[in-house]
């Protein structure tokens, strides 16, 4: 059997669309698209806040539960959200007067499979090593 004629398996539709940075050449969309995204997370309070919300048991946090940990104003995290949720990052949810923000893991598994390194074929297990 020919390589030409090699079926490669595991691989979906929406494995194809997002190529690796190292696999192909980003168009000027997707470019343009990732590099929202990047420089939404460019700032260590985002980044913070994304890890944050990220990591909160149940999947969601109340902005009220963000704000304390932060030397910063209340706009100015409600700020650094909205360029996150603008990223498509997270989402929101207005539940009375507080707002729960949740992780979009889309978004971020999209960002690592286009970061992800492709990888020698795995070698067979009992090698010996």
């Not at 595991?10 to 969309?29: F, K, S, V």
């Not at 470019?31 to 260590?44: E, I, N």
């Not at 009220?64 to 700020?79: G, K, Y």
Request: aromatic share 4%.
């Amino acid at each position: 059997m020919s390589k030409q004629e090699l079926v490669v398996l595991g691989q979906d539709e929406a494995d194809a669309c997002c190529p690796t940075l190292l696999t192909a050449p980003l168009d000027e969309d997707q470019a343009a698209d990732l590099a929202k995204v990047f420089k939404a997370l460019g700032d260590p309070v985002r980044l913070r806040l994304l890890s944050m919300i990220a990591t909160r048991d149940g999947g969601e946090i109340c902005v009220c539960d963000l704000t304390p940990a932060f030397d910063l104003s209340q706009p100015t995290i409600s700020h650094h959200l909205k360029l996150l949720k603008q990223a498509g990052l997270i989402d929101s949810e207005r539940r009375g007067t507080w707002v729960y923000y949740r992780l979009l893991p889309a978004a971020t598994d999209r960002l690592a499979a286009v970061l992800t390194r492709p990888g020698p074929p795995a070698e067979p297990a009992g090698n010996g090593v």
